[in-house]
């Protein structure tokens, strides 16, 4: 996810305390993105993925539709980056396959109210 985070044009990577530590930015608004990893059963995919996959509209329905509940170890993961004003967000489903943490969705990005939407579920 990190490679599609950083082609983007509204985020940036700033150095803090002297360049020894780095953080990443949502630059139309200068907040925070928090990267964030959550485990969930199998049975969460088709929920996860449907708001993945939904714009417009379809957005609202299918965060209206979706229950799923975190589970410490499961092999479905989770990447969620989301500013810390909730203006933007960025979600990618993992699934664990031979040993490793293989993407199964593609990187989907959020902004302004559908990113609100996307964070009320995750966070």
């Given at each position: 996810m990190s490679a599609e985070l950083l082609s983007?044009?509204?985020l940036r990577i700033e150095s803090t305390l002297l360049g020894l530590s780095k953080k990443l930015v949502y630059t139309p608004t200068g907040a925070t993105v928090n990267v964030k990893k959550?485990?969930?059963?199998p049975e969460?995919?088709?929920h996860l993925q449907r708001i993945i996959d939904s714009d417009g509209q379809?957005?609202?329905a299918a965060v209206k539709a979706c229950h799923v509940e975190r589970s410490e170890i499961g092999?479905?993961?989770l990447?969620?980056?989301i500013s810390t004003d909730k203006q933007f967000?960025?979600?990618q489903l993992l699934q664990f396959i031979d040993y490793t943490y293989q993407?199964?969705?593609k990187v989907a990005f959020f902004v302004g109210e559908q990113a609100q939407l996307v964070s009320s579920v995750i966070n």
């Amino acid at each position: 996810m990190s490679a599609e985070l950083l082609s983007r044009n509204d985020l940036r990577i700033e150095s803090t305390l002297l360049g020894l530590s780095k953080k990443l930015v949502y630059t139309p608004t200068g907040a925070t993105v928090n990267v964030k990893k959550y485990n969930y059963n199998p049975e969460a995919v088709a929920h996860l993925q449907r708001i993945i996959d939904s714009d417009g509209q379809r957005l609202s329905a299918a965060v209206k539709a979706c229950h799923v509940e975190r589970s410490e170890i499961g092999n479905i993961e989770l990447d969620a980056c989301i500013s810390t004003d909730k203006q933007f967000a960025a979600l990618q489903l993992l699934q664990f396959i031979d040993y490793t943490y293989q993407p199964i969705s593609k990187v989907a990005f959020f902004v302004g109210e559908q990113a609100q939407l996307v964070s009320s579920v995750i966070n």
